[in-house]
């Protein structure tokens, strides 16, 4: 079974792949395509991912949380 890249900047990717890995295009391909697909796989839900830089920002705030000047909400808001 054949491949054919007719995507001009497709082709060029992989033969730019292909030459920095010093293989085939056809083995930069399936290479790039099976480390995609596992990127994917490992990919964590973006709920969860949400929940981690919440509960990051939660332990830097401390149980009390902090006080935040004017300035810094002025900032927030773009009004500096």
């Known amino acids: ?7 001009e900047r497709a ?3 992989a033969e ?3 030459k920095k890995r010093n293989v085939t ?3 930069a ?8 697909l596992r990127r994917e796989r490992e990919k ?4 969860k991912r949400i929940a981690g830089i919440a509960q990051d920002l939660k332990t830097l705030a401390g149980p009390k949380g902090r006080d935040v000047s004017k300035d810094e ?3 927030m808001w773009g009004q500096s």
């Open 1 to 7: 079974m054949t491949l054919q890249i007719r995507d």
């Open 11 to 13: 082709r060029a990717l």
């Open 16 to 18: 730019k792949l292909a």
């Open 25 to 27: 295009m056809t083995t």
């Open 29 to 36: 391909v399936i290479q790039a395509l099976e480390e995609e």
């Open 44 to 47: 964590a839900p973006l709920s």
């Open 73 to 75: 909400i002025d900032d």
